[in-house]
């Protein structure tokens, strides 16, 4: 799905001010019903994480610490079985998983003799029974599992759908009976950043608007939405990278992306919201 800058605006002046639940997503598909769920999904959940990173400092100073932690302890002593971090962190609009990891960090600082290590809290994040208190593991295994945006769970499916169109774009390229080396192939080389897959024989993208058409060495697979401050960071990150290394190629963004940002194909990066379909290898464009 191919937004204009108009349209993507339209609907992140929607999320201003929305919670990050499952509820809000569904009425975001009721104010935009000509809109894939997974495009939508994507777009509210690159949205929320930018809300978050503005507010995250606020969020983290001793005061505020401290302030959630009493206003945690003093809710469990009321109702121990009651949502207590999650109806916190949807009060002080925080997303669930980060809020039960800074209670998380607090209670082991007051109760374990050295400080957590980052790979305990993760653990424990990942598992909520590996918690030593079950009224704090039950209240983060709540925040983890109503957190749509961020979270061990929301990281799991993440790398799936990923995955899952590494995997869809390779069949294709097999299917066109493209030969390719792939990430793993790459590094084995001794390549450190790499797309997903590097042509062995470049092809042509036919384009209606160009007469001679795109010539692609390499296709990255994002299993996203290509607003603009992802797709900024991945040029400078990676796309450019790539094309000094390996020519001009195409990025794929599969929930679609903003129109405009498509503006560096004479440059060598494409931009397609699917597999083009109107490719040929380029010696038998040169046939």
């Not at 918690?131 to 593991?137: K, R, T, W």
């Not at 299917?175 to 390549?191: P, T």
């Not at 060495?217 to 990676?238: N, P, R, V």
């Not at 094309?243 to 190629?249: A, D, H, Q, S, T």
Request: net charge negative.
């Amino acid at each position: 799905m191919i937004l204009t800058k108009a349209q993507y605006d339209e609907i992140a002046q929607c999320l201003v001010s929305v919670p990050p639940t499952r509820q809000s997503l569904r009425k975001l598909k009721q104010r935009f019903p000509s809109q894939s769920q997974a495009t939508l999904l994507s777009i509210f959940s690159q949205e929320y994480q930018k809300h978050i990173k503005r507010t995250h400092a606020k969020h983290h100073t001793s005061e505020a610490i401290e302030s959630y932690y009493q206003r945690y302890l003093n809710g469990v002593g009321r109702n121990g079985a009651a949502p207590v971090l999650l109806e916190l962190a949807n009060e002080v609009d925080y997303a669930p998983s980060l809020m039960a990891r800074i209670i998380l960090e607090r209670f082991l600082q007051e109760h374990e003799e050295t400080p957590p290590s980052k790979s305990v809290i993760n653990s424990m994040l990942r598992d909520p029974s590996q918690i030593p208190d079950g009224v704090l593991a039950n209240q983060v295994y709540q925040c983890i599992v109503n957190d749509c945006c961020y979270g061990p769970l929301v990281d799991c499916i993440k790398h799936a759908i990923g995955h899952e169109h590494e995997v869809l774009l390779r069949d294709l390229l097999l299917e066109k009976s493209l030969s390719f080396l792939d990430e793993d192939q790459l590094r084995a080389k001794g390549y450190d950043k790499t797309p997903d897959f590097i042509l062995q024989v470049p092809v042509v993208m036919l384009c209606p608007l160009a007469v001679e058409g795109h010539i692609i060495h390499w296709i990255e697979s994002k299993a996203s939405f290509g607003d603009e401050c992802s797709h900024h960071a991945y040029l400078h990150d990676q796309f450019w990278s790539y094309w000094n290394r390996f020519g001009p190629g195409l990025v794929i963004y599969w929930y679609g992306f903003i129109q405009e940002l498509d503006c560096n194909r004479e440059r060598g990066i494409l931009l397609k919201a699917c597999f083009p379909t109107d490719i040929v290898t380029l010696c038998h464009s040169l046939a």
